[in-house]
């Protein structure tokens, strides 16, 4: 029913749930290290559940802020052609340091 779409789509284009999703992939990257240093200092528990969320939420939000945004609003060259042969030689050296 287009009632049901509108609640959804009202859902989706909310702010938080938008700020949430911008930030995705620093919760992604920052919960597991959380939870694994949870485990085996306080333990992972119902009451500890708050706590382990909120330090998951700081660390993402800092790390988004101050690392992934200036990233992606950098202007890396003039060139778009030099910024994919930047990335190229960045890919070449990182695979060969792995093969060490």
Known sequence: SPFSMRKKFNFLI????LHIGK????LYLWHWSVLC?????IGVHFWT???Q??????ISLASYKWIEEPFRKKEWS???????????IILM?????SKM
């Open 14 to 17: 909310n702010r938080n749930i």
């Open 23 to 26: 930030m995705s992939y620093s």
């Open 37 to 41: 240093i949870s485990r085996f200092t």
């Open 49 to 51: 559940i708050p706590i």
């Open 53 to 58: 969320l909120t330090i998951i939420y700081l």
């Open 78 to 88: 003039i060139s778009r052609w030099k910024t994919i042969l930047k990335g190229i």
């Open 93 to 97: 050296f990182s695979g060969g340091m």
